[in-house]
C-alpha cells in the first residue's frame, strides 16, 4: 500500500528557494500514479498547486505557481520533488503530497482537484519570512 512522506520544509526568506521532497513507501513503484503537490494557508481552502502524470511526466501548475515552482520524479529513489524558487510570503502554508493510481492526463488537467487524489502525506510547513 502507497505511503507518502513529505520533508524539507523551513523558514526561508522572500525571494529564497526551498525544495520539497515527497518519498513513496518501499516497494511501491510510482511509475502508474499521477502525483500532486498541494497547499494549505491558515484559514483557506487546500490548494492544488502542481500534478504530474508519472509515466508520461505530463505536467500542470496553478497561476499562482507557474514559473516560480518545478515538480520532478525521480525513478531511481521513488521520490517527487517540488522546487520553489522566488518564494514569497503568500506562499507560507503546509505544502500536501497526494497521489492517485492511473496514469490518465486528465487528472492533471484544469484545476487541480484534491478530490482526485486519496493518498496524502502528512505534510510539510513552509514559512517565507524575513
Known amino acids: 500500500q502507497l505511503q507518502l512522506v513529505e520533508s524539507g520544509g523551513g523558514l526561508v526568506q522572500p525571494g529564497g528557494s526551498l525544495r520539497l521532497s515527497c518519498a513513496a513507501s518501499?516497494?511501491?513503484?510510482?511509475?502508474?500514479?499521477?502525483l500532486g503537490w498541494f497547499r494549505q494557508a491558515p484559514g483557506k481552502e487546500r490548494e492544488g498547486i502542481t500534478c504530474l502524470t508519472y509515466k508520461s511526466g505530463s505536467t500542470n501548475y496553478a497561476d499562482s505557481v507557474k514559473g516560480r515552482f518545478t515538480i520532478a520524479g525521480d525513478n531511481a529513489k521513488n521520490t517527487v520533488y517540488l522546487q520553489m524558487n522566488s518564494l514569497n510570503p503568500e506562499d507560507t502554508a503546509v505544502y500536501y503530497c497526494?497521489?492517485?493510481?492511473?496514469?490518465?492526463?486528465?487528472?492533471?488537467?484544469?484545476?487541480?482537484?484534491?478530490?482526485?487524489?486519496?493518498?496524502w502525506g502528512q505534510g510539510t510547513q513552509v514559512t517565507v519570512s524575513s
Open positions: 518501499a516497494g511501491v513503484s510510482l511509475e502508474y500514479y499521477t
Open positions: 497526494a497521489a492517485v493510481w492511473g496514469p490518465y492526463p486528465g487528472i492533471c488537467m484544469g484545476v487541480i482537484d484534491k478530490y482526485r487524489f486519496n493518498t
